[in-house]
């Protein structure tokens, strides 16, 4: 569990709080006069942004209504971003009005819930589903200044999402659930509609070959809630890495926060009234063969005004073969830039003691030619 630095001016109650648990340990810290020293990281990680990324802004309304050159002409913008830097904006994507809106008002209504509601909702050691603080249940230095529910998500029937909220909660958290449950399955439409536009994007003769390849996936819902920051400077909502799963559809409030490496330097995401944001990440990286960019990426925090973002990460099947298209493939097994694995393994991998940066495919693919991949055993000192 988390230590912080005793020589801090209450530090010794807060480390009791957090010990005992996660809930609210954020509005305790608001009473410190500087950040605890576990919420610091490496100078290098919180260097200034130098700007706004220039991102395509990607109307998909041609291609969801089966306009071929205006499929063209979207599928050429996220090449040209997923060579780059893997990272764009979609606009038109098919959501319910209103839908985005109210699925992050509730997500505020979730974070003001009382301690002991919280309480009741916490992650399990060993699960994806449940709300955490800190990701002080893993990690006990750099920790994001966050607040997250996050919550496993399978097509239905039955209604995970939704059933999360009444088992934990009672019915009478019903249409929290409900709320979630529809913006995940609208989610879920959006990145099966992607998962084809990429593979037009990456000239596959078969266009549906990452829809079909992504039909029987899973998914992770997350809300984050970023809490005001007294030095914004040191701490960051989410450190700098690479999602391992395959691609990250982000919904943004009003608040900048988001912030992608490219260029060589950090750069901003501002948002963009009814965008949605869509990073590559290390699972679709390999299934492209490398030839689309993981989105290197971080979250920052600000002084004086909450953030909230909600975030939807599409997994395969657990036991589907993670293997680019023959096409993408040279004719020598030597052109293959990553070993052939399941996402089973890369997410083992990742919640082991991991922590997830920008060399974890790399860290994995070697991890992969060792004993305790054949075993299925992972050696944390090993990653």
């Keep these: 569990m988390v230590k912080l630095n005793e020589s801090q001016p209450g530090a010794t109650s807060i480390s009791r709080e957090m010990n005992s648990s996660d809930f609210n340990f954020f509005s305790l810290l608001q009473s410190q006069p500087k950040v605890p020293v576990v919420f610091y990281w490496p100078e290098k990680d919180v260097t200034p942004s130098e700007g706004d ?15 071929e050159a205006e499929t063209q002409l979207a599928a050429k913008a996220v ?3 997923c060579m780059a830097h ?6 038109n994507h098919g959501f319910k009005s209103g839908l985005a809106e109210k699925a992050l008002e509730t997500s505020s209504l979730f974070f003001g819930l009382s301690k002991d509601e919280k309480q009741k909702t916490v992650r399990i050691p060993g699960s994806i589903s449940g709300y955490t603080a800190g990701h002080s249940q893993r990690f006990s230095t750099n920790l994001p200044w966050n607040e997250t529910l996050t919550l496993a998500f399978k097509k239905g029937p039955p209604q995970v999402v939704e059933e999360f909220f009444t088992t934990r909660l009672g019915d009478h958290r019903q249409e929290i659930g409900q709320v979630f449950q529809e913006f995940c399955e609208a989610m879920n439409c959006l990145i099966l509609e992607l998962m084809e536009l990429l593979g037009i994007s990456m000239g596959l003769k078969d266009r549906t070959y990452y829809r079909r390849f992504f039909g029987d996936g899973n998914a992770i819902f997350r809300c984050n809630y970023y809490p005001p920051c007294k030095q914004p400077e040191k701490a960051l909502g989410v450190g700098p890495h690479n999602d391992p799963t395959a691609i990250t559809v982000l919904l943004q409030d009003d608040i900048v926060g988001l912030e992608v490496f490219a260029g060589g330097k950090w750069q901003t995401v501002r948002p963009c009234p009814g965008a949605l944001v869509v990073n590559v990440g290390d699972t679709f990286m390999a299934l492209s063969n490398g030839i689309y960019k993981s989105c290197f990426h971080r979250a920052v925090v600000n002084m004086e005004r909450v953030r909230r973002s909600l975030v939807f990460f599409s997994c395969p099947r657990r036991d589907k073969i993670i293997a680019p298209p023959p096409e993408l493939v040279e004719a020598k097994e030597a052109s293959r830039m990553y070993p052939d694995f399941t996402w089973e393994q890369l997410q083992k991998f990742t919640q082991s003691g991991y922590r997830v940066d920008n060399t974890t495919l790399q860290n994995f693919s070697s991890w992969l030619a060792t004993d305790s991949a054949k075993n299925h055993v992972i050696d944390k000192k090993s990653t």
């Excluded at 990324?53 to 306009?67: A, C, E, Q, R, T």
């Design 53 to 67: 990324l220039d991102l395509p802004i990607v109307d998909l309304s041609g291609f969801l209504n089966g306009d």
């Design 86 to 91: 893997g990272t764009f904006l979609v606009i």
């Design 79 to 81: 090449r040209e971003a």
